[in-house]
């Protein structure tokens, strides 16, 4: 069983920056999709980005221009890099996990962190 724990979130001015970390435990890194996704009140949850041990990457249109995904295998972390924050990036962020392809839908992934909240309010 993998184990996730998302940190790294906070409060920011729109414009700012943040970088969510995502910690993995349990699994074969190289193995894993690590994926992020967000969550709004009242919104279903929405896929952001995931990267693979093989290097692939994919972003969702969210995410695409101004976010950026990547992992150190020797910490067994996956970061989001976000900037020029918007108060719509205001949700709850999520890393989830599995193994084969990286895939969009929230889903196809059986591992879950708790999340790490991320607002955006002058």
């Known amino acids: 069983q993998v184990q996730l724990v998302e940190s790294g979130g906070g409060s920011v001015q729109p414009g700012g920056s943040l970088r969510l970390s995502c910690t993995a435990s349990?699994?074969?890194?190289?193995?894993?999709?690590i994926a992020w996704f967000r969550q709004a009140p009242g919104k279903e949850r929405e896929f952001l980005s995931y990267?693979?041990?093989?290097?692939?990457?994919w972003y969702g249109s969210s995410a695409r221009d101004r976010f950026l995904i990547y992992r150190d295998a020797a910490k067994s972390m996956v970061y989001l890099r976000m900037d020029n924050l918007k108060p719509e990036d205001t949700a709850l962020y999520y890393c989830?996990?599995?193994?084969?392809?990286?895939?969009?839908?929230?889903?196809?992934?059986?591992?879950w962190g708790q999340g790490t909240q991320v607002t955006v309010s002058s």
């Open positions: 990267n693979s041990g093989s290097g692939t990457t």
């Open positions: 349990g699994g074969t890194f190289s193995n894993l999709v």
């Open positions: 989830a996990a599995k193994e084969g392809l990286g895939r969009v839908e929230a889903g196809e992934y059986a591992n």
